[in-house]
């Protein structure tokens, strides 16, 4: 989490950084795109995937109206699946500002995603420390929206099988990293890969991708809000990671293994952004029209 002692420590309690960009960029909105070729991946299976990461609902910052913007983007992209990268709770408890949005009215607008294939999500680590996760999961459930812990699900596209497998938080209980305390179960959820199709690994945090076997053709993760501040000549101030900066955003390649990462939407510890400005990713997996052409 992002503390007023870390801006300190980086030098960075200047009128510049508190100044209009730093509070504007949250309000932003981009769509990064990754083109993404694991050899696990057919190359004649196309599939375009949302990746929604780190919503952090709370007023005035990401209201329920902002999420709703967000939605109408990730719509517009026509994908053929959304992937809900964990993290709806507020981050900002710390400072007891603004007012929380609940998990319901936040599951409402997200279930106005359209997608083919569906809408699916994981629990975040925020997510579990506000009442064990059962906010989102039953506001979630209520709209109709599947939470995946530790589950693999068998989808097709265009008459072909593919794995989604979707985490549960490795943090557990909401804080720190903690060996044997988080909800995940990698070993039990690839068990239930029941063919040879590919696969595709949702989870929170992206530390878990050292451990995730050659058998998944791609990670997707959040957490980390790729730094969220992020100054030329300094980097990140903070990437909550055992890691480092090793997992901290982007289409990340280690042993013919790909793991992309969210750099989020929301803020935690304080409502700025600097240099990551929040962001929908959309993947695409497979041949592209010109190539299947």
Known sequence: MITRRHLLKAGLATPFLFGGYALAEPQRLV???????????????????????????????????????????????????????????????????????SMFDCGKVLSQLQAPLGTYAVLGNHDIGNNDGNNVRQGFAANGIPVMENVARRLVKDGRAFWLLGLGDQFGDGGRWDPGRGHDDLPGTLKQIGDDAPAILLAHEPDIFVDVPDRIALTISGHTHGGQILLPGYGPLVVPSRYGTRFRYGHIIENNRHLVVSGGLGTTGIPMRFGVPPEIVLITLGATPAASA
């Open 31 to 101: 769509v990064t795109s990754y083109q993404v070729s694991p050899r696990q991946w057919p190359a004649d299976l196309r599939l375009r995937i949302a990746v929604i990461a780190d919503i952090h609902a709370i007023n005035p910052w990401m209201t329920t109206a902002h999420i709703a913007e967000i939605v109408r983007a990730t719509n517009m992209l026509q994908p053929d699946i959304v992937l809900l990268a964990g993290d709806y709770e507020a981050g900002m408890s710390r400072f007891k500002v603004g007012s929380w949005v």
